[in-house]
C-alpha cells in the first residue's frame, strides 16, 4: 500500500508528544449546486484542495506564484503552479506531483543567475520538503530544477540536506523534534557570497548555508523563550528599507500561539542577522495577522520597489478546523482559497522599534466594477444601509466620544439574524462571525478574533473587504489586519451600522463593488 499523508494530516493529529496520522477524506460531490461560491477576488484552485503557497518568483516578467494542491480533500499531494500579477491568477497544472504516495510539502523556489547549483545560468531551483521513503521522522530537503522558467521540474532523487535527527532520536522528544523539520526558505546572501536558509523545527528555526544549493552546513538556531508560541512552520528570513532609510532583518513564522490567546498567523522578530546568527531585537514577536485565518504565509520583494516594498499572502486557513469540507466543496468542487495579496512597508513607531505595515496590494482597487459613496451616518443604535452586494471593499470611518461598541455588520441577512460583526469595544477590534455560522460546517468556538488596541482611542479607520466565503480587516495605517473565513448564503448581502451607548459618527463611507472576477 502507498505511503499517503497529508501535510494536513500531519499536523491535524499534533498532541502533547509525537505526530499523528489521520486518514484522508476522499468524499466528493456528486454534483455541483447551481449557485456558485467561488471567490470573485482571491485565488481559488481550480478544482481539489489548496494549502499552503509558495514564495514567487520572477520568471518571464511575472510572478510565478506556486501552492500545495491536492485532487482530495485532506490527501496527500504536491505543488500546483500559477502566474499572477497580484489580483488576477492563471493556473497550470502540477508541476511537482505526488510521487510513489510520497507528497511533496511547502519550501521555496530561487532564481540562481550565477549558475551555482551547476543546472545552467538563470535556472529557477526548488528546495520542499519530502518524508523520504514515507518516514514521517524522515522529513528532509530536496532539490528541483527548472531550466523553462519554473513550468516544469526535474527532482535530485536524494534530499540534499538529511534530517540527522531523525536517523538517531530515540526518545520521544528527540522523535518529536525529528517529525518537524521542514520548509526550508532560501536567499542569496550577496555580501557573503553564499546561500541561506531558514528551516522550521518544533521549537526553533535552524540556519544553513550553502554555496551551490546543493551541500548545506548548520550554522545556529534561533530559539525563544515562549514554548507556547508553538514550532516553527514556513519560515521567512529577509531584510527590508524601512521609512526613516535605515535596514533591518525580519524572521517570520506561522505559528500557532492559541493557547496563551495569541494569534495562530504570522508571528515575527525585528532583528540583524550576520552570516550566521539570527539576534532578536526583542524576543517577544510581533503578529501580521490577528485573524483566524491567515496561515503559512509567504512575502517577497515587489518588483517596482524590492527593498522597500515586499508583498504577501497567506492561507485562508486554520489547522484547528481545516480537516473539513466547506460549502464550495459541494456548489464548486474545491477546498481552499489564499489571502489578497497586501503590500508590506516597514516604519519606525514612535516608541522606537520597528513594525510591518500591511495595506491591499493598490492594483486591486482598479478591478472594481462600481464604486458608491454613501453619505455620512450618525447613528445611535443601528441604521442598515440603503446597498447590497456578495464581493466588494468597504471603507470608512467610525468617530465616537461615549458609545461602548462601534462597529459595521456585513453579510447580513435580510432578516438581520446572520451578519459578522467588525467593531471596536474597550481594548479589543474584532471581528466575530459567529452570528454567520451555518449549519454543517460550524467553526465554533473560533468564531470571534481579537487584536489589540487603545481602550481611550475613539476614532478608527477601517477597509473592509468581503469575498463570498472571506472577511479580511485593515485597520488604521495597517498596523492591524483580522483575516477570516465567513460561510455567507446567497442572501447575505446586507451591511449595517451600529452604536450602542451612546453616538457614533460613520463617515466617508465608500463601497467598491467587484462584481466579476479579478
Not at 172 to 179: C, G, M, R, T, Y
Not at 200 to 205: D, K, V
Not at 302 to 323: F, Q, V
Not at 460 to 483: C, K, M, Y
Request: glycine share 12%; charged share 15%; proline share 6%.
Amino acid at each position: 500500500m502507498p505511503f499517503e499523508i497529508s501535510r494536513r494530516a500531519l499536523l491535524q493529529g499534533a498532541g502533547a508528544g509525537a505526530f499523528g496520522l489521520a486518514l484522508a477524506s476522499t468524499s466528493a460531490p456528486s454534483a455541483y449546486a447551481a449557485a456558485s461560491q467561488r471567490a470573485l477576488f482571491h485565488m481559488t484552485p481550480p478544482t481539489g484542495w489548496l494549502c499552503d503557497p509558495q514564495r514567487p518568483i520572477v520568471s518571464g516578467g511575472q510572478y510565478q506564484l506556486y501552492y500545495l494542491h491536492s485532487d482530495v480533500n485532506n490527501g496527500a499531494g504536491g505543488w500546483d503552479h500559477a502566474t499572477t500579477d497580484g489580483v488576477s491568477f492563471t493556473h497550470h497544472g502540477a508541476v511537482m506531483p505526488l510521487t510513489g504516495g510520497v507528497p511533496v510539502w511547502s519550501g521555496c523556489l530561487v532564481v540562481d543567475a550565477a549558475n551555482t547549483a551547476g543546472f545552467g545560468a538563470g535556472t529557477v531551483i526548488a528546495l520542499a520538503t519530502r518524508p523520504t521513503d514515507g518516514i514521517r521522522k524522515y522529513q528532509e530537503q530536496y532539490l528541483y530544477w527548472s531550466t523553462d522558467g519554473g513550468f516544469s521540474f526535474t527532482m535530485l532523487p536524494d534530499p540534499v540536506l538529511v534530517n540527522t535527527d531523525g536517523r538517531t532520536a530515540q526518545t520521544p522528544a528527540q522523535i518529536d523534534n525529528a517529525e518537524w523539520c521542514r520548509d526550508p526558505k532560501v536567499h542569496w546572501d550577496a555580501v557573503r557570497g553564499e546561500w541561506v536558509m531558514a528551516l522550521g523545527r518544533a521549537r526553533y528555526a535552524g540556519f544553513y548555508t550553502s554555496p551551490n544549493l546543493r551541500q548545506w552546513t548548520w550554522r545556529s538556531n534561533f530559539d525563544y523563550p515562549n514554548p507556547q508560541l508553538g514550532g516553527i512552520e514556513c519560515p521567512d528570513l529577509f531584510e527590508m528599507t524601512a521609512d526613516d532609510g535605515t535596514r533591518h532583518w525580519v524572521l517570520g513564522a506561522s505559528m500557532d500561539a492559541y493557547g496563551v490567546g495569541l494569534p495562530m498567523t504570522y508571528a515575527y522578530w525585528m532583528g540583524t542577522w550576520n552570516g550566521t546568527h539570527f539576534v532578536a531585537d526583542d524576543l517577544t514577536p510581533q503578529w501580521l495577522d490577528w485573524g483566524w485565518d491567515w496561515y503559512g504565509a509567504v512575502t517577497w520583494p515587489s518588483i517596482e520597489a524590492p527593498d522597500t516594498k515586499r508583498l504577501a499572502i497567506g492561507w485562508m486557513n486554520n489547522w484547528k478546523y481545516a480537516a473539513r469540507d466547506v460549502p464550495t466543496d459541494v456548489t464548486d468542487g474545491y477546498n481552499g482559497q489564499n489571502s489578497i495579496v497586501r503590500e508590506l512597508r516597514l516604519a519606525r513607531q514612535s516608541g522606537g522599534w520597528y513594525s510591518l505595515l500591511s495595506a491591499p496590494i493598490a492594483a486591486l482597487a482598479s478591478r472594481a466594477t462600481s464604486t458608491v459613496t454613501l453619505p455620512d451616518r450618525a447613528v445611535n443604535g443601528g441604521a442598515v444601509l440603503p446597498w447590497t452586494g456578495r464581493a466588494y471593499e468597504l471603507e470608512l470611518d467610525i468617530s465616537w466620544t461615549d458609545a461602548a461598541n462601534v462597529g459595521v455588520s456585513v453579510g447580513r441577512s435580510g432578516d438581520g439574524s446572520r451578519h459578522t460583526n467588525i467593531g471596536k469595544y474597550g481594548a479589543d477590534l474584532y471581528v466575530d462571525r459567529g452570528p454567520s455560522e451555518r449549519s454543517g460546517y460550524a467553526l465554533s468556538p473560533y468564531t470571534r478574533a481579537a487584536a489589540p488596541i487603545d481602550p481611550a482611542a475613539r476614532s478608527v479607520h477601517l477597509r473592509i473587504f468581503v469575498d463570498r466565503q472571506s472577511v479580511e480587516v485593515f485597520v488604521n495605517a495597517g498596523h492591524t489586519v483580522l483575516s477570516q473565513q465567513v460561510h455567507f448564503l446567497d442572501g447575505d448581502t446586507g451591511i449595517s451600522l451600529y452604536a450602542d451607548g451612546g453616538t457614533a459618527l460613520f463617515s466617508g463611507i465608500t463601497i467598491r463593488e467587484f462584481a466579476v472576477p479579478v
